[in-house]
T-cell receptor
Framework: GAGVSQSPSNKVTEKGKDVELRCDPI?????LYWYRQSLGQGLEFLIY????????KSGLPSDRFSAERTGGSVSTLTIQRTQQEDSAVYLC???????????FGQGTRLTVV | DQQVKQNSPSLSVQEGRISILNCDYT??????FLWYKKYPAEGPTFLIS?????DKNEDGRFTVFLNKSAKHLSLHIVPSQPGDSAVYFC????????????FGGGTRLMVKP
């Protein structure tokens, strides 16, 4: 597709369950980012993949959060043992390289009940 | 510790007038600044950027001004249109546009007809 695609668009899960969020970046983009936006808050950086380099995981809030990027393309963000404070919109973005702007997907709205 | 701050959570402007959105940063390593616009239920879309070697960048109705000594940037929209009503996020990165972005909390702009 032409843009960054995220799935699902909405996810409701019970507290304690694991969830996986998927991101398909724009084809050919080497950089991929995950951010989240909690209600009434700004965009919070989570993790950054750049080419074959080790990812920058400095924004992950706890060890329940992990992400991988397979084949330099699709990325999956996994949240284990979800908590209510994990409820947020999770946004994925990609950029062609280190010198170009990031383009965002529409996000996955996660609600933990 | 917020490194990028947007101190006005909301701004209301009359159609045809100028909208001025402000952003302050504290990290002197930031050298690339971007503005994103976000409509409800959509991901942020890139609007305009500026590198630290410039103090102004203009694109149609949108102009970004950078004052490095004050660590302050602003986005001017003139003339403002009702379709500009959205949340505007200021973002900063160190090194290049494609590096990890640090976002401000956003300013909700409302342009009244």
């Amino acid at each position: 597709g032409a843009g960054v695609s995220q799935s699902p668009s909405n996810k409701v899960t019970e507290k304690g369950k694991d969830v996986e969020l998927r991101c398909d970046p724009i084809s050919g983009h080497t950089a991929l980012y995950w951010y989240r936006q909690s209600l009434g808050q700004g965009l919070e950086f989570l993790i950054y993949f750049q080419g074959n380099s080790a990812p920058d995981k400095s924004g992950l809030p706890s060890d329940r959060f992990s992400a991988e990027r397979t084949g330099g393309s699709v990325s999956t963000l996994t949240i284990q043992r979800t908590q209510q404070e994990d409820s947020a919109v999770y946004l994925c973005a990609s950029s062609r390289d280190r010198d170009t702007e990031a383009f965002f997907g529409q996000g996955t709205r996660l609600t933990v009940v | 510790d917020q490194q990028v701050k947007q101190n006005s959570p909301s701004l209301s402007v009359q159609e045809g007038r100028i909208s001025i959105l402000n952003c302050d940063y504290t990290n002197s390593m930031f050298d690339y600044f971007l503005w994103y616009k976000k409509y409800p239920a959509e991901g942020p879309t890139f609007l305009i950027s500026i590198s630290s070697i410039k103090d102004k960048n203009e694109d149609g109705r949108f102009t970004v001004f950078l004052n490095k000594s004050a660590k302050h940037l602003s986005l001017h929209i003139v003339p403002s249109q009702p379709g500009d009503s959205a949340v505007y996020f200021c973002a900063a990165s160190a090194g290049s546009a494609g590096n990890m972005l640090t976002f401000g909390g956003g300013t909700r702009l409302m342009v009244k007809p």
